[in-house]
Each structure stands twice: as structure tokens, then as C-alpha cells.
């Protein structure tokens, strides 16, 4: 028999053969489904990078608006507060074009303001004081409304030893210096004087006293600025001076000039130096057009910065010469503290202000105020007041029996 022929079939299939089949056209319309999709997710990707875009561009202009529009109003604002804020004082030219602003009124004792202060601060002296005598107060170079010192980068440094510009600015020689242009030069005062004194301004007023002894009758000196404070309690000053003093200025310094510290002032976060005192509503507002002034601060760090150019300035002219006795002396200090540094300064300045009484000024009459701290000029002004009218009538007694 022929062999049986066997039937024409399909190929074999394995198991599972259908299902594998199936997976291939599935992953075969998977492919092209992607294939399809792939674009519209090209696009989703597109349109998320143009939005994320546009809102850095968004941000970028607001981040611009913060930065230019601040700076530029506070600008303008000082600008148009200028003449409307400045008392009513001159300005006067003590030599090299640069100005300095002093006021005067009655018939007085020149006067000198704490370290980085204007002569806002005897705003509540010296209208007492000029009932007695004619008095001035003037704000120290770029402090206020004085103009900063002007250096001649042109001249030589042997050049400047046979011109005024040969001073460093912000010295104590500087500022003495200065003293006497303005009052004896530029605006020729009556003299002798009798000169009151705060802080820096004390110390420079002992300067200008040893150096022109003849145009001085007295000195008064408020919680005076010794050269000896670095050296005491292991230099605790010359951390906080150096390392929060001065690093806050600059603080201030920059946010004037980017407009922030006025929009601190506006909304209550920041505070003018006199504030919480019984000032005219004008004093009140040019404290805060001066914090406001980066010019002014921009002198506030300098006389901070160069300060210890200033000890060693006063401490190498007592070593040649000392405040003559025939000048009478009166030192005032307070008995409390101030609450705003830490107790350990305070201590420090105490022993550095009875290191000054005890080997320089020992000839010097020493009052303390009770219940008064560094701010007595504008919180206890007749503790101030009152030892500078006794001195003005011993004096135009002694003159009236000449």
C-alpha cells in the first residue's frame, strides 16, 4: 500500500505560539502608539521650558524693580530734603574747597558732638546755652551737613607735608585741624573759647587745647573718649569696636545706598539714633534723612575705622605736652550704665574715663550725674547746661574785674 499522505496543515505551533503572535502585533501597535504620542510629549516638554522661562524673566524684572527703584527714589527724596532739613547755619571754606557747616547764636562755647554724630545732639543745649553767650556747633568733615574731606590725588606725599592736605581725614589731627581753620580762619570767632565736648568730640577738644593752649579758656568734656579704652580688660573694645560696631555701620552704609534703610524707617522696623527723645518734629526728621544719606554714614565708618590712628595721634602729644593747668577742666559722667552695650564694655569705659582723670586731667573738677548714662545730652541736658553757664560767669566775672 502507498504510504498514507498526511494532511496538509499549518505549521506547528509551540505553546503559547497564539499568545507570543498577539504580544508581537500588541508590541508592534504599541510601538507605533508611542511612535504617535512621542511628538505631543516633544511639545508638553517645549511649552514647561517656555513657561519656566517666562517666569524667571518675571521674577528677573521684579528682582530689577527692587533693585534700581529704592536707591533711585531715596535719591531723589534727599535730594529734595537737602534744603528743606538744613538748619539754619553756613557753610564755610577751610581750605581745599572743602566745606564745613557751623550755626551759631547769642553771645558762646564752641561745641563737639559724640563719635559718628551730628550737632543734632545739642539741639537741647545749646539754645540754653546761648542765652549766656554766644555758641556754635558744627558738624565735624562729611558728618552731617559738612562736606568730606577733599584730597589732592595729585600732589606727592612731600608735597602735602607743606599744605593742610597733608593730614589724614578722619584723624584726630585731621579734625583739630579742621576745628581751627573753621573757627579761627574761616569764620575768625571771638576767643578764648570754652570748649564742651562729647566722646570723640571731648577728645579732640583736649587735643585742640594742647596744641593751642592760648585760644582756650575751659573745657567741658561729656563721658570723654580715652585712648587707653583698647587697653583695658583684655581689649574687650577693640572686639566690639572692630567687630560689631563698625561692621554695623557699614550695614547701615549699604542699606542707604540701596534705598532699604528708608523703607525701614517708613514701616517701624528701624529707629534713628535719637529716638524716644523730646525732639522738634525738624531734628526728628533730619535724623532720618541722615540715616537715609550714604555720604554721612560713608564718614561714620571712616571716623570708627580710623580711630586707633586717633589714639595714637593724642598719645604721642602727651608724651611732649599735657592739657595746661591754668585751663580749667570740667569732666561730667554718669553713675548708670548704658543698657544698650554689654556690662562689660561699660565697666571697661568706666576704668579708661578714671585712668584719664587720674594721669592726665588731675587738676580737672569730676561731676557725676546720678541716674544719667551716655545719653544725658539729649535725655538730662541740664547736667550739661548748668557746669557751662558756671564757667561762663566765673569767666565774665574775672574779665569784668581785668
Known sequence: ???????????PLVAGGIHKAQQDEDTAGSSD????????????????????TARCVASLKYILLFIIIPPF??????????????????????GWGQKLFMMCEGK???????????????????????????????????LGFSERPYINQSQTAEERKYTRNQWQPYTGERMVDDFNQLFTVSSQ????????????????????????????LGLVLINPLSERLFEQDQGVWTQYWFGQLIPTYQSFQLGAALGLTRLALMV???????????????VEMRQKYLLCNPRHLSSVVDEHH???????????????????????????TGN????????????????????????????????????????MLYRDPSAVVEPVIKMIKQYKLRHKHQ
Not at 500500500?1 to 505549521?11: G, N, V
Not at 510629549?41 to 517656555?50: A, H, M, N
Not at 565697666?347 to 594721669?359: G, V
Open 268 to 282: 517701624g522696623i528701624l529707629k534713628h539714633p535719637l529716638a524716644g527723645m523730646e525732639l522738634p518734629a525738624e
Open 73 to 94: 527714589i531715596n535719591y531723589a527724596s534727599l535730594q529734595k530734603e537737602y534744603s528743606s532739613l538744613k538748619p539754619t547755619g553756613e557753610l564755610y571754606d577751610v
Open 1 to 11: 500500500m502507498p504510504p498514507r499522505r498526511r494532511p496538509a496543515t499549518s505549521p
Open 33 to 52: 502608539k508611542k511612535h504617535v504620542k512621542k511628538p505631543k510629549k516633544c511639545v508638553t516638554e517645549t511649552q514647561q521650558g517656555r513657561s519656566l
Open 108 to 142: 558762646g562755647p564752641p561745641t563737639d558732638a559724640p563719635t559718628g554724630m551730628t550737632s543734632d545732639v545739642w539741639t537741647l543745649v545749646w539754645p540754653k546755652l546761648s542765652k549766656h553767650a554766644k555758641v556754635c556747633i558744627y558738624d565735624r568733615a562729611g
Open 336 to 375: 548708670y550704665y548704658d543698657e544698650q552695650i554689654p556690662s562689660p564694655l561699660n565697666k571697661a569705659w568706666a576704668k579708661s574715663e578714671q585712668s584719664l582723670i587720674s594721669r592726665d586731667l588731675p587738676h580737672a573738677t569730676h561731676i557725676v550725674v546720678n541716674g544719667a548714662d551716655h545719653h
Open 306 to 332: 580710623f580711630i586707633n590712628e586717633t589714639f595714637s595721634q593724642i598719645k604721642t602729644l602727651r608724651l611732649m605736652k599735657s592739657v595746661p593747668k591754668n585751663i580749667s577742666v570740667t569732666l561730667i
Open 189 to 216: 570767632q571771638p576767643q578764648p573759647f570754652i570748649l564742651v565736648g562729647a566722646e570723640l568730640g571731648a577728645l579732640v577738644s583736649m587735643f585742640y587745647t594742647q596744641l593751642y593752649e592760648g585760644n582756650v
